[in-house]
Nanobody, 124 residues
């Protein structure tokens, strides 16, 4: 059974940085395309960033390009989202997702496994 567990969320001031992590157990992590999504209160869950199984390719939502960086460590079965220059509108619950043998997926329906989410709050 594949399990994803996010960590690293918290409260940060606008302009600050935060790194969230997603540890994956079960299955073969190195074969999974991974993604980060977020959901603000009252809003749909939206795509943020994706990374290929090898880590060679990444894809970002326009509003986070240049501020967020997705990366992975296949030896640690972990994917990261480094968030810099945070804005209040980045406040949301952040979810990681996995798709075996996937590419750079950006639709919720493309992913097979999800974590429980971690709260990120950016104060103004």
């Amino acid at each position: 059974q594949v399990q994803l567990v996010e960590s690293g969320g918290g409260l940060v001031q606008a302009g600050g940085s935060l790194r969230v992590s997603c540890a994956v157990s079960g299955g073969t992590f190195s074969s999974y395309a991974m993604g980060w999504f977020r959901q603000a209160p009252g809003m749909d869950r939206d795509f943020v960033a994706a990374i290929s199984w090898s880590g060679d390719s990444t894809y970002y939502k326009d509003s986070v390009k240049g501020r967020f960086t997705i990366s992975r460590d296949n030896a640690k079965n972990t994917v990261y989202l480094q968030m810099n220059s945070l804005k209040p509108e980045d406040t949301a619950v952040y979810y990681c997702a996995a798709r075996p043998f996937g590419g750079l997926e950006y639709l919720l329906s493309d992913y097979d496994y999800w974590g429980q989410g971690t709260q990120v709050t950016v104060s103004s």
